[in-house]
């Protein structure tokens, strides 16, 4: 359903009188977001690996600013006593009284951390990640926030990009139902409601595709890919209501996305009718500089806020440059007004301007890790995780198995939360270890084996004494939480460290051997793949791990994750992604194909993949027709018998491919899935409808066209794999 952020008569009256009583310096004020300044010596890299440092750094609020009347939103904050203390200056001290909005990055929870959104988008399930988000806005609006940074619904094809942790993977379909559940999730029907946060969609836009994988880098892409992979999580997310849009650092096409005016303005304005507001990520507009798009910090301004950004994020351009450039008549100031009226719309309907206070530190212990959000953070943990091989059906385990638990992230806290969790604590999490002690596994033996990442060779020998008193070794590896996310672009994807190390010398005791991976990103693990008996993908998963662990680990919970994103082989597949364009040369036997010389082209485990307990058998798929017209919609109908000995839930997929088009299309395209629930021996016909105008591509000409022809369809348990017919429009 359309929620687009709508435009109110009764308050877009009380944005012209606040406009028409403005200065200048007022209204270049509400354009600006800042945060405290740290003041004296300080190591950044501290700071970012122990957040709980920032409480003993002495900071700057900028008082004197707020009281001017000269700051419009406020960041970096947290706690309801010092944001409500600076929201009193701006309410009660500054001249016209326009509250601050407050944001923060509350990427997958608050206190309590739910798992990456990577890993939640493994659930297929939107209903959960709304509730996540949900459960995530409750805690922080509790300690004051109006405003989170959230979703990123970037679509990553390339596992080096660090940030392919903060989103949903490589699909535009399932990015669109996880932009949407995530934005509903914040806002719910009124984000001014005092338990709900405003939604910002980033970062606008294909910034997932940076080359390389490097964080921050150019991309460069076609108007039809722009249009057909990366714009639609943001379509999706403008349509449930998001009430801002954040620029993002790339540059796209030679012009950077934070002063572009034909995806700002043309695209995002026009033709998707976005009426919020847009925030510049973090310097984005100072650093049109570097990018030698600008000359300086005043013409950096300039041309974003004219392309379309509305508000300054930590440059400072607007508010020291706005009066001086509309003074010179070089800025329109028709064009600041219209920036300042779509921030006090988003203010209005946020419902600040009649509670301009929220949160408590009461509020806050009351509902910061309440029971449910718990019992929420461990039930989409579990439903996250991926089993990706189970030779001889070694998992589940039972309790009373002696267990050598052994990794650097077997007993490890800080390490569960992934990136972006600097609000929670690791002290608050259940380690791996814990959650098999708290189960009943009364013979559990624990040994770090390694560090994460250490460049030097680490002895085994305690490890291997350990790993000799198991009926089973269970080895938990993988990365750090600085190691993506953010500015952590990696050029390998193995494990790093000395970990590959210790999982062979664990493989050589001869012993049966699980691997529990802990990451934040794709890794590729071919000889994991070929020589450990069984690996359970656990991503992140936040302050309920190793409770979530436990319950797959012992057969409580049949994992039901199904991968959003392909795991290569090697690095150097990447960008890989299962709705590639089709070639003119199909990889084949034959030399002369698309292909590699030393290693095979298709991924280690491809998207929609996943294993479970139980095995599923897909039965008499069938169309109501084998011939629609352009305006007509498809009936599917499929049979999903549980074959196996367990309840289980399976992910049914549905992708189609236009075979013969005006453009090159992609092999496949993801077009629908539901994911249910069987008992053993239980059947159940699902339909599946899909619209014929859904099947369409833009064309040369940039036209949206739906083409007769014919086209191929499959419903299978992964994009690797399913039952297939064919059926065409006319």
């Keep these: 359903m359309d929620q687009k952020v709508n435009i109110h008569p009764q308050v877009e009256a009380k944005i012209d009188d606040l406009l028409c009583r403005m200065t200048l310096a007022e209204k270049a004020g509400q354009l600006t977001h800042l945060s405290p300044s740290l003041v004296g010596g300080f190591d950044i890299e501290d700071l970012i690996e122990n957040p709980e440092l920032f409480r003993e750094v002495k900071r700057d609020f900028h008082e004197d600013w707020i009281r001017e009347g000269v700051v419009g939103s406020f960041g970096g904050m947290t706690g309801a006593e010092d944001i409500n203390r600076l929201q009193k200056i701006a309410v009660e001290e500054s001249r016209l009284g326009i509250p601050m909005i407050f944001g923060l990055d509350v990427i997958h929870g608050y206190r309590t951390i739910f798992p990456i959104p990577l890993a939640e988008a493994c659930c297929w399930e939107p209903e959960l990640m709304e509730r996540t988000a949900a459960a995530a806005a409750k805690e922080a609006a509790a300690a004051g ?99 801002t849009v954040m620029s993002s650092f790339n540059d796209l096409n030679g012009v950077p996305a934070s002063a572009n005016p034909y995806t700002l303005t043309t695209v995002l304005r026009g033709q998707l009718g976005f009426n919020g507001f847009v925030v510049s990520d973090a310097n984005s507009i100072g650093e049109l500089v570097p990018h030698r798009f600008a000359a300086d910090r005043k013409e950096a301004g300039l041309k974003a806020l004219t392309a379309g950004v509305d508000m300054d994020m930590s440059t400072e351009s607007y508010r020291h440059d706005i009066p001086e450039l509309v003074e010179q008549g070089v800025l329109s100031l028709d064009v600041v007004d219209e920036a300042v009226r779509r921030i006090l719309r988003v203010k209005f309907l946020a419902g600040l301007f009649d509670h301009p206070y ?59 939360l992934g990136s972006w969790a ?97 990451n934040g990103r794709p890794l590729a693990l071919p000889w994991a793949a070929q020589h450990v008996d069984a690996i359970l993908e656990l991503w992140q998963p936040g302050t309920q791990a190793g409770h979530a662990a436990a319950d797959v680990l012992f057969g409580n919970y049949n994992p039901s994750g199904r991968l959003a994103v392909s795991f290569p082989y090697s690095v150097g597949q990447c960008p890989i992604y299962y709705n590639r364009p089709s070639t003119g040369r199909p990889a084949g036997a034959f030399k002369f194909t698309s292909k590699y010389i030393d290693g ?9 993949y996943g294993l479970s307990y139980t095995q599923f058998a897909y039965e008499n798929l069938r169309l109501t027709e084998t011939e629609i017209h352009p305006e007509d919609t498809l009936y599917v109908r499929v049979t999903v018998r549980n074959a ?20 090159v299309r992609p092999v496949k395209e993801l077009k629908a899935f539901q994911k249910i629930a069987l008992q053993p021996g239980e059947s159940r016909e699902l339909l599946f409808k899909i619209k014929a105008s859904d099947l369409g591509y833009y064309d040369t000409a940039m036209q949206y066209v739906v083409e007769p022809g014919l086209f191929q369809l499959w419903v299978g348990p992964s994009s690797a794999e399913g039952l297939e017919t064919t059926f065409r429009i006319v």
Aim: proline share 5%; glycine share 8%; aromatic share 6%.
């Design 145 to 243: 926030i109006h405003w989170t940074f959230a979703p990123m619904v970037d679509i990553a094809r390339d596992a080096r990009w660090g940030r392919i942790a903060e989103g949903a993977g490589e699909d535009p379909y399932l990015g669109c139902q996880a932009a949407a559940a995530r934005v509903r999730g914040f806002q719910g029907n009124d984000f001014s409601q005092p338990d709900r946060l405003a939604a910002c969609a980033k970062h606008y836009i294909a910034y997932g595709a940076a080359e390389g994988g490097r964080d921050y880098n150019r991309v460069d892409l076609s108007l039809q890919t722009l249009h057909e992979i990366y714009l639609p999580p943001f379509q999706a997310a403008v349509e449930a209501g998001a009430a």
């Design 600 to 608: 095979p082209w298709e991924p280690l485990y491809p998207f929609g």
């Design 358 to 416: 929220r949160g408590s530190a009461a509020l806050e212990r009351d509902i910061h890790l309440h029971p449910q959000h718990l019992s929420l953070a461990r039930e989409a943990a579990r439903r996250s995780f991926v089993l990706l091989k189970n030779e001889s059906d070694l998992l589940p385990l039972k309790k009373e198995t002696t267990i050598s638990l052994i990794g650097p992230l077997a007993d490890n806290q800080a390490d569960m």
């Design 644 to 663: 196996g000995g367990r309840r289980g839930e399976e992910v049914v997929q549905l992708y189609t491919a236009d075979l013969v088009a005006g453009r």
């Design 422 to 518: 600097f609000t929670g604590s690791p002290k608050d999490v259940v380690t791996i270890a814990a959650g098999l002690r708290a189960a009943g596994c009364a013979n559990l033996r624990v040994a770090q084996g390694c560090a994460i990442n250490s460049p030097e060779t680490e002895d085994f020998t305690e490890a291997l004494a350990v790993a000799a008193q198991a009926d089973v070794i269970v080895a938990v590896l993988g990365e750090s939480a600085m190691m993506s996310g953010e500015a952590a672009s990696r050029v390998s994807l193995d494990l790093p460290g000395n970990q590959q190390a210790l999982l062979e010398a664990l493989h050589a005791t001869g012993k049966p051997l699980v691997l529990l991976l802990v």
